[in-house]
């Protein structure tokens, strides 16, 4: 797929993932590509400018789709992980799984393509190969487009309870 009409970084947005005035990155859009035989995946231009390099490879909290981190974000996350305490056998069992399959120091080629690591992309992704790449507020979201088409499904179908609730925070915030 070509990244010639990908979306760029906003004014006041540095190309290493960082804003002007200190504010997050923010990552939106969705993108569809396929997985490489050798298991590398094309990151369009926008994401990987705000990623910067190196980024970091992780599980989504839920294990469910692939986690693409700005190094600064990766680390905010490992903050809020450590506090939740290594004494709880709960905790330190998701912890090891989460370590297990997060890698560090990640880079793009020239071609602007991830290799994905075979441990995590055979755990998450199973044997999917073609992808959804979906910018998730403050990471970049890889994963399958049978769970993707899922998990629209199933927003559809929580649509009306969802509109209900944001109607009500709304209307406390009044």
């Known amino acids: 797929m070509d990244d010639q009409n990908q979306p760029k970084p906003s004014d006041g947005e540095s190309p290493k993932g960082k804003q002007g005035s200190g504010s997050t990155v923010r990552f939106?859009?969705?993108y569809n590509?396929?997985?490489?035989?050798?298991?590398?995946l094309v990151i369009p231009q926008g994401f990987r400018d705000k990623l910067g390099s190196p980024f970091c490879v992780a599980p989504s909290y839920d294990f469910k789709s692939i986690a693409l981190y700005p190094t600064a974000m990766w680390e905010k996350r490992n903050e809020?992980?450590?506090k939740l305490g290594t004494l709880n056998p709960a905790v330190n069992r998701y912890l090891e799984q989460f370590y297990a399959l997060s890698y560090d120091g990640q880079t793009f080629d020239a071609q602007g393509r991830v290799l994905l690591p075979a441990n995590i992309r055979t755990k998450i992704l199973k044997d999917g190969k073609d992808v959804e790449i979906t910018g998730a507020n403050d990471h970049v979201r890889v994963v399958t487009e049978s769970v993707c088409e899922d998990s629209w499904d199933a927003f559809n179908k929580e649509l009306p309870a969802?509109?209900?609730?944001i109607a009500g925070l709304e209307k406390q915030g009044e």
């Open 162 to 165: 969802l509109l209900e609730m």
């Open 28 to 30: 939106i859009g969705s």
């Open 33 to 40: 590509h396929s997985l490489d035989n050798k298991g590398r």
């Open 80 to 82: 809020a992980y450590e």
